[in-house]
């Protein structure tokens, strides 16, 4: 089946530094990608819709300045946590839909820890 | 707008009884319903979903669930817990159109005993 490939799976990072987290689609092409965070044990929250060549559409609530979304071509879009706090210490989590068939897949998530 | 509702955070059942987790659903239009479910520090596994068609869906791992649209309910279940099913459940809701999220609800834990 279709592969969403999310790296790093994990990383951690002091207090100010930015960290960036690649979301590729590894078989397919798409078009639409999501992000979503998610705190532990809890559930899994929208933070942007990203279409490729288009600025990210942020839900309401998420800075924008905060986390940069880029989707710059058909496989790969990025999420930026720039000037990192510890509270930004999360799961996140991407899902792309595939261009044809409009089914959607999830990467297997990136684990962020901010000291 | 969509919204899920999954009622009870933490389902205890023994090893060979039947699970049930609810989940009820909110949508302005016709929806798209989905059950993943996630193992820790791991990503999401799409158990089911139901998109048009037959209201009687049946996913992976032996589980299956009705959607039932005068109730908006999409409730998950399975015959026969395996202790392998203990986990976190999410129920997903998306409008049926191109290029729009899943929002899910806030999940409910698994548990499993022998």
């Known amino acids: 089946g279709a592969v969403v490939s999310q790296h790093p799976s994990r990383v951690i990072c002091k207090s100010g530094t930015s960290v960036k987290i690649e979301c590729r689609s590894l078989?397919?092409?798409?078009?639409?990608m999501f992000w979503y965070r998610q705190f532990p044990k809890k559930s899994l929250m929208l933070m942007a819709t990203?279409?490729?060549?288009?600025?990210?559409?942020?839900e309401q609530g998420v800075e924008k300045d905060k986390f940069l979304i880029n989707h710059a071509s058909l496989t790969l879009s990025t999420l930026t946590v720039t000037s990192a706090h510890p509270e930004d210490s999360s799961f996140y989590i991407c899902?792309?839909?595939?261009?044809?068939?409009?089914?959607?897949?999830f990467g297997e998530g990136s684990r962020l820890t901010v000291l | 707008a969509q919204s899920v509702t999954q009622l009870g955070s933490h389902v205890s059942v023994s090893e060979g009884a039947l699970v049930l987790l609810r989940c009820n659903y909110s949508?302005?239009?016709?929806?798209?319903l989905f059950w993943y479910v996630q193992y820790p520090n791991q990503g999401l596994q799409l158990l089911l979903k139901?998109?048009?068609?037959?209201?009687l869906v049946k996913g992976i791992n032996g589980f299956e669930a009705e959607f039932k649209k005068s109730e908006t309910s999409f409730h998950l279940t399975k015959p026969s817990a395996h202790m392998s099913d203990a986990a976190e459940y999410f129920c997903?809701?998306?409008?049926?159109?191109?290029?729009?999220?899943?929002?899910f609800g806030k999940g409910t834990t698994l548990s499993v005993s022998s």
């Open positions: 139901y998109t048009t068609g037959a209201t």
């Open positions: 078989d397919f092409q798409a078009t639409t």
């Open positions: 899902s792309a839909r595939e261009r044809v068939t409009g089914e959607l897949f």
């Open positions: 990203s279409n490729e060549g288009s600025k990210a559409t942020y």
């Open positions: 949508s302005s239009v016709p929806p798209y």
């Open positions: 997903a809701v998306s409008a049926n159109q191109a290029g729009t999220a899943l929002i």
